[in-house]
Each structure stands twice: as C-alpha cells, then as structure tokens.
C-alpha cells in the first residue's frame, strides 16, 4: 500500500515541503532510508543523516532549520517523534484490518459474534461463546465454552482462551498466549502420591490489558485470577491461579507469580522476578529484574535483591561484595597486627 506526502500531512496534520506526490510503501530508520520509505528525525544525534538520506519522504520538526540542500521530501509536524507514533498506530490498524470467516473454522451454533469481525482458518469457537464488535481472532486460535469478549479486542494466531474466561474489550493477546489452563493445584497422599484438586475458578481480564507472547494466566481453583484494567504482561509470563494484578501494572518477560498474591497498581516489575504465593505487593512498587521476593511489600517501595531488599540498601551492599576479597585480606591484616601486639 503506498502513501504520498500529502496524504501523510493530512494524517499528521503537517505541512509538506518538497513533492507533494511522493510517495512511500515502507518505513525506515533515517540511517537506513532507501527510494519509497518514509522516515523521521527527532534526536538531534541524527541530524547529519536527513542530509544523506535516500528516505522519500521525512518527518521533521517545525523548529527544524537546514543548513544544507535536502533531496528527501520534508512533512513538518508540531513533534516528529508523536508524528511518527501516530502513523506506526494508523499503519498498523490497516495492516490489521482484516474481515470475515474464513474456511475451515469450527464455530458453535450457539455462539454469538458481534459486527466486524474476522475469524481466521482453523479457528475454533465454542458452545455458547460471546463476542463483541469489531474483534480480530487470528487462525489456530482455540476459544473455549461459555468465554466472554469484548469489543475491540485482537487475538493473534495460536492463542488459547479455556472455558468460563472473561476478556474485556481493547485487549491484546499476543501468539501462544494460554488462558484459563489448570492452576498447579495438587495434594499429596501419605505415600506421596499427588491427587489433582479441580479447578473450577476462571481468568477475567479487564479492558485494555496487552497479554505477550508465550504468556500464561490459569485458572483459579474457585473464584477468579484477576488481570485488571491497563495491565501489561510481557513475553513468557507464568501467572498461577488466584492471582490478582492491579490497573496499569507492567511486568516484563519470563517473571513468575505464584498462587493467591495480590500485586497492587501502577507497579513496574523487571524480568525474571520470581513472586512467591500468598504474598501482597503495594501500589507503585518497583521490582527491579531477577529479584526474588518472599515477603510483603509496602506501597513505594524499590526492591532489589534475592530474597529482596530495599533497593538503595541492595547496591550499597553490592559494593561490599564484590571488595569482599580485599576486606577479609585486611581484616586478616589487623587480627594478626593485633596478636602480634598482645604477644608483645
């Protein structure tokens, strides 16, 4: 799909300089700009480049003053960088605008699907299933019975939503994410010997939440396994049954949450963080990456550490640490200067 200059400008509501018919069908880094991609130029850092570049056409700032000719087309916008968002966002929303039912796909008689959706080959819609407007399921993407989406809502290929899961409208679930798979719920016998407990819960996701990659959210023994409002799960997430993760809280790849914590709202939680279960996480906490935390965390808190501590006393310590070597050879030193004035 290609786009002219004056297109864009209308888009972004900016104003061309150069060819007006320029036109464009790909995106680039302004280093790296060739015949028919579009760029842009924000940092300052990158300034020489807009001189070199073989991009078609430009973004720039308003503010933006040459000091030397320029063969690539310039739209000259408020802030290049926003521009440049605004049209990824535009960009992405027609690449994406897929519709209709495509064939093979199994869908329930008894499933009800909303206006302008697209369902992809191989997908499969269970029995008594409800879909909102406007909703996007990628092929080989699996929708158990009696699941509830909302409008808006993008479920890409290969995704897993089991029975009884609530999603809300303008998420995001990224490929392979599983939803409402078994918690890890088992009981040992007096032999040692593991019986499985049912688990009957379900996983509601409240509106605006982005699932990634690999992601898993199970199902909560009885109740639910709560991801609330504006919440961001990265890549390869592990969140056990019970769990409950407050609004606009952002956690990144391959952390764990164990069984039944509570993690509060707007907290920022680095990757590889391991949350044991039955524990509650404050609001506004931050996590910084592969920590492991044991204990309750009060609201404010920064933590670092394994098992964690405060975040300023963590690094303080860390220097301790690594002169350990070079303390213990002077303590050393002082025990035996010590002795050999007690001997004296």
């Known amino acids: 799909m290609k786009f002219t200059a004056k297109q864009i400008a209308d888009i972004l509501d900016g104003q061309v300089e150069g060819n007006p018919e320029a036109e464009v069908y790909k995106l680039s880094k302004i280093e790296e700009g060739s015949e028919g991609s579009l760029t842009f130029l924000s940092n300052p850092k990158y300034t020489s480049y807009i ?4 991009a078609s056409i430009c973004i720039v700032n ?5 000091t030397q000719d320029i063969s690539t087309t310039l739209i000259r916008v408020e802030d290049s960088y926003e521009a440049f968002s605004k049209l990824l966002e535009v960009y992405n929303q027609i690449k994406l605008d897929k519709k209709g039912i495509e064939e093979p796909s199994s869908i329930s008689d008894s499933a009800k699907l909303g206006d302008n959706i697209y369902v992809g080959a191989f ?3 269970g029995s008594d299933v409800e879909i909102g407007n406007n909703v996007k399921i990628y092929p080989n993407v699996f929708i158990g019975d009696n699941v509830t989406i909302g409008d808006n809502v993008t479920i890409f290929a290969g995704s897993k939503i089991y029975s009884e899961s609530v999603i809300g409208s303008n998420c995001v679930l990224h490929s392979g994410a599983i939803i409402g798979a078994d918690g890890f719920g088992f009981s040992p016998n007096n032999e040692g010997v593991y019986s499985k407990i049912p688990q009957i819960g379900n996983v509601i996701i409240e509106n605006g939440v982005d699932v990634g990659a690999g992601t898993t959210i199970d199902r909560a023994t009885l109740g639910s396994t709560i991801i609330r409002e504006g919440v961001k799960l990265d890549n390869q997430i592990q969140i ?3 769990v409950e993760i407050g609004k606009h809280t952002a956690i990144a790849a391959q952390t764990g ?5 509570k993690i509060g709202e707007n907290c920022l939680i680095g990757g590889q963080v391991g949350i044991a279960g039955h524990i509650t996480i404050g609001n506004r906490v931050r996590i910084q990456a592969q920590t492991g935390v044991g204990r309750n965390i009060k609201d404010d808190e920064a933590i670092q550490g394994s098992p964690a501590f405060g975040y300023s006393d963590f690094n303080k310590s860390y220097v301790h640490f690594r002169n350990l070597p070079k ?3 002077r303590l050393d030193s002082l025990e035996n200067k010590l002795q050999d004035n007690e001997n004296r």
Do not use: E, L
């Not at 001189?51 to 073989?54: A, E, G, I, K, S």
């Open 51 to 54: 001189y070199q570049t073989n």
């Open 62 to 66: 308003k503010s933006f003053k040459k």
């Open 123 to 125: 997908a499969y819609i």
């Open 240 to 242: 056990a049954h019970n």
């Open 257 to 261: 949450i164990a069984g039944s914590s």
């Open 327 to 329: 303390i213990i050879k």
